[in-house]
């Protein structure tokens, strides 16, 4: 979640953030210091469903999907295949809990995001701060087996031919998911910010985990640099 993004449409990053459909609200742990943000009787609470309007008007991302990478496109050459690499992002997990995984609703699409290295200096510079959420055309976020979305997913041209098919006159806005390795992080944005922190709520607590939901900051920081993570959210009072 982006603590800048949420200071500016609600005034602060202190919050709480309530997520009407499911009737569950998250709230805020400090990452740096331990004894404070323990009292949330007088803690704001942010209806997370409201930044959709929001976003259709400034097209700035609130939450990301943050995911890195586990085949590269040297796994997927041999077959020709328009595969470009897999990442350790379930589909399943950018979707509403229970929704069948679909390739008309497959949930979050792939963004320059906030820590990406592989993109020239010009596009680098446009795409940090609230240019981490530029999509990168051409990009479509599958799975690897439709009849199994818990899987892995993976990222892929949309069509057969590849960049020639698919690359918009921001070409390189693309073209850098081709040099992705392995170990690399990428960034995606979910469809419904809603939807997806209620499949990760879900999906941490059938396995037993701490919910895996955080709140990063780039203010102050050096451009370039990887972000501040401020926060770390649960479902605990």
């Known amino acids: 979640m982006d603590m800048d993004i949420l200071s500016k449409v609600c005034g602060s990053d202190h919050v709480a953030l309530y997520l009407p459909k499911y009737d569950v609200t998250l709230y805020p742990q400090s990452m740096q210091n331990s004894n404070i943000h323990k009292d949330y009787d007088d803690l704001a609470v942010y209806d997370i469903s409201s930044f959709d309007l929001h976003m259709k008007k400034h097209q700035h ?5 943050h995911s890195s990478v586990t085949r590269d496109r040297n796994d997927y050459e041999v077959d020709n295949s328009p595969t470009l690499a897999e990442i350790d ?3 399943s997990l950018c979707v509403a809990p229970g929704d069948e995984y679909t390739l008309l609703n497959n949930g979050a ?6 820590n990406n290295h592989h993109v020239g200096s010009y596009y680098w510079a446009r795409s940090t701060g609230m240019g981490a959420s530029m999509e990168a055309p051409g990009i479509l976020f599958d799975c690897q087996d439709i009849k199994y979305p818990r899987m892995r997913g993976i990222l892929r041209w949309e069509e057969e031919g590849g960049p020639t098919k698919c690359n918009s006159n921001d070409g390189k806005r693309s073209e850098w ?7 690399d992080q990428v960034q995606l944005i979910p469809m419904c910010n809603e939807d997806a922190m209620m499949s990760f709520v879900e999906n941490c607590s059938s396995l037993g985990t701490d919910l895996q939901i955080y709140g990063f900051t780039v203010r102050n920081r050096p451009l370039g640099s990887e972000p501040l993570v401020k926060f770390r959210y649960t479902t605990q009072r």
């Open 61 to 65: 991302a609130l939450g990301y999907c």
């Open 89 to 91: 992002l379930s589909p």
């Open 109 to 114: 699409i792939l963004v320059l995001g906030i």
């Open 177 to 183: 998911v081709n040099f992705l390795k392995v170990g």
